[in-house]
């Protein structure tokens, strides 16, 4: 499932990969393994993954950084991307939007992905996930809470990614049908659900995606 959702992202993010792009919350170097971006740099809390990162692709910027105070100039990046929860571990979150609206060229994107509110309540999770850590302080969003902290920018649209893949394996498991899920299947039916779009609230989904510009 995480393969698959990985595909619908790197889809979804591609107009966010030209020019100088920061990665928060980069980890172990995801996005640079889903997707080929212009000029790379991630910045990482954790040492351990900075270093994993460096091994994997010595030939991208990782550091070590806290993303509400960005080791980097005002207005350098063409695009920032967050990918799979990091900002919900910001419990300053307009301190963070500033810090990277500031690091932001104007005209400069965003496409930032908040916990939504299903994680926070634990439904259909599909198996273990850091985010449900309870001794770890975070928020998660809904599409108004998540466009309200982006009030300062423009055009700001609100995805929901795998709103049923999770619930479609779980019943088929459970009810014995035999279906056999791949990697490919279940990108086929992720993307079908962008015919839902318009009729599901982005926080009923396993992910949400938020993407934005910054005015020029």
């Given at each position: 499932?995480?393969?698959?959702?990985?595909?619908?992202?790197?889809?979804?993010?591609?107009?966010?990969?030209?020019?100088?792009?920061?990665?928060?919350?980069?980890?172990?170097?995801?996005?640079?393994?889903?997707?080929?971006?212009?000029?790379?740099?991630?910045?990482?809390?954790?040492?351990?993954?900075t270093t994993l990162a460096?091994?994997?692709?010595?030939?991208?910027?990782?550091?070590?950084?806290?993303?509400?105070k960005l080791p980097f100039?005002?207005?350098?990046?063409?695009?920032?991307?967050?990918?799979?929860?990091?900002?919900?571990?910001?419990?300053?979150?307009?301190?963070?939007?500033?810090?990277?609206?500031?690091?932001?060229?104007?005209?400069?994107?965003?496409?930032?992905?908040?916990?939504?509110?299903?994680?926070?309540?634990?439904?259909?999770?599909?198996?273990?996930?850091?985010?449900?850590?309870?001794?770890?302080?975070?928020?998660f969003y809904t599409q108004?809470?998540?466009?309200?902290?982006?009030?300062?920018?423009?055009?700001?649209?609100?995805?929901?990614?795998?709103?049923?893949?999770?619930?479609?394996?779980?019943?088929?498991?459970?009810?014995?049908?035999?279906?056999?899920?791949?990697?490919?299947?279940?990108?086929?039916?992720?993307?079908?659900?962008?015919?839902?779009?318009?009729?599901?609230?982005?926080?009923?989904?396993?992910?949400?995606?938020?993407?934005?510009?910054?005015?020029?």
């Amino acid at each position: 499932v995480c393969k698959a959702e990985d595909v619908i992202v790197s889809e979804i993010i591609q107009p966010y990969l030209s020019g100088n792009v920061l990665d928060i919350g980069a980890g172990s170097g995801l996005l640079c393994e889903i997707a080929t971006v212009d000029n790379y740099y991630g910045i990482e809390l954790s040492s351990g993954m900075t270093t994993l990162a460096k091994s994997k692709f010595p030939e991208n910027n990782f550091s070590v950084a806290d993303m509400h105070k960005l080791p980097f100039p005002d207005n350098f990046f063409d695009n920032i991307i967050s990918l799979y929860g990091p900002i919900s571990y910001s419990l300053t979150p307009n301190e963070l939007i500033a810090e990277i609206k500031r690091v932001l060229k104007p005209g400069g994107r965003v496409a930032l992905m908040p916990y939504t509110l299903r994680v926070g309540h634990g439904l259909e999770m599909g198996g273990y996930s850091t985010a449900t850590e309870k001794d770890i302080e975070k928020k998660f969003y809904t599409q108004e809470t998540a466009k309200s902290l982006l009030a300062g920018f423009s055009e700001t649209k609100a995805q929901g990614i795998n709103f049923f893949l999770n619930t479609e394996i779980r019943f088929s498991e459970e009810m014995q049908s035999g279906d056999q899920w791949t990697v490919e299947t279940m990108i086929d039916f992720l993307r079908k659900e962008i015919y839902f779009q318009d009729n599901l609230k982005p926080e009923m989904a396993r992910h949400m995606i938020i993407t934005a510009q910054k005015p020029k």
